[in-house]
């Protein structure tokens, strides 16, 4: 196993690697000054100079993306749950859900630090609003995946709809939960930082907007780097998560077959 999981990351890790040295090599054969394109190495000394000051703004931000993620999964799953029990909550409330989508941030922002203030919160209502979507449209679309013999097998055993739900739909719509997972696990690092752009003294996108408004190019790509490593481990996370979760439901449903065989 341990070894299939090398051989997966090694055609990304040397990709990388091979832009990373591509970059250098570019830099160094047309003497591009610093303040235009900084190469590779000078961003990674820059970066080990400026390691405690760029951890405090990273940390702030990841907090604040982790705890809009896991209010907008939350209210994702929720919303899923009642569009696919209540049709006619569907019907009448995702058209205004998918128009909430469609509202541009830098609009959206402004106009809740103007109801909400400067503070936590319109930052939190922020990432909920970007954060929840996929997992809810991914969710409710694996709520109605599940196998229509096992449905009709269940309602012929004299399964309730709560049963039914438990039991059929709900596992079913795992793979597409954590499908919405992994985008949402992205869009929330991203989403933290451009609300720290609104209004903020600390986190790593208020840091970029100093790095730019001083012309410190390096710094800016710096941000950057930090910023994409950021959305790769919560996507990572999000991966692992998936496949420790469905492999246990994969197991439960073998040994569940195996009893019956028994």
């Given at each position: ?12 890790a ?9 970059w ?13 394109l ?12 400026e390691?405690e ?37 569907r ?6 859900l ?7 941030l ?9 109801w ?31 196998e ?7 309602a ?20 597409y ?12 690092f ?57 492999n ?11 009893g019956?065989?028994?």
């Amino acid at each position: 196993m341990g070894g299939r999981r090398w051989r997966r990351a090694l055609p990304p890790a040397l990709a990388i690697a091979g832009v990373l040295l591509t970059w250098q090599a570019l830099c160094a054969a047309f003497d591009i000054p610093v303040w235009l394109l900084p190469d590779p190495w000078n961003i990674a000394l820059y970066m080990a100079e400026e390691a405690e000051l760029l951890i405090g703004h990273v940390a702030f931000t990841l907090g604040l993306a982790l705890r809009g993620m896991l209010l907008g999964v939350a209210a994702g799953v929720i919303c899923a749950f009642l569009f696919h029990l209540l049709p006619a909550v569907r019907a009448a409330f995702s058209p205004l859900l998918v128009a909430s989508q469609n509202i541009p941030l830098i609009a959206l922002g402004p106009l809740l630090m103007i109801w909400f203030g400067v503070g936590i919160l319109p930052k939190l209502i922020l990432l909920v609003l970007v954060c929840f979507f996929p997992v809810a449209w991914s969710m409710l679309a694996g709520l109605g995946q599940s196998e229509p013999q096992l449905r009709e097998y269940l309602a012929m055993i004299g399964a309730s709809r709560v049963q039914t739900f438990f039991r059929l739909e709900l596992p079913a719509s795992l793979p597409y939960f954590f499908a919405g997972l992994k985008l949402t696990a992205t869009y929330s690092f991203l989403t933290a930082m451009v609300a720290e752009w609104l209004g903020s003294g600390r986190g790593i996108g208020y840091f970029l907007v100093l790095q730019y408004k001083g012309f410190k190019t390096t710094g800016v790509f710096a941000s950057i780097f930090c910023i994409v490593a950021c959305s790769l481990v919560l996507y990572g996370l999000a991966v692992l998560a998936e496949s420790r979760v469905l492999n246990r439901l994969r197991m439960g449903g073998s040994r569940s077959k195996g009893g019956g065989r028994a």
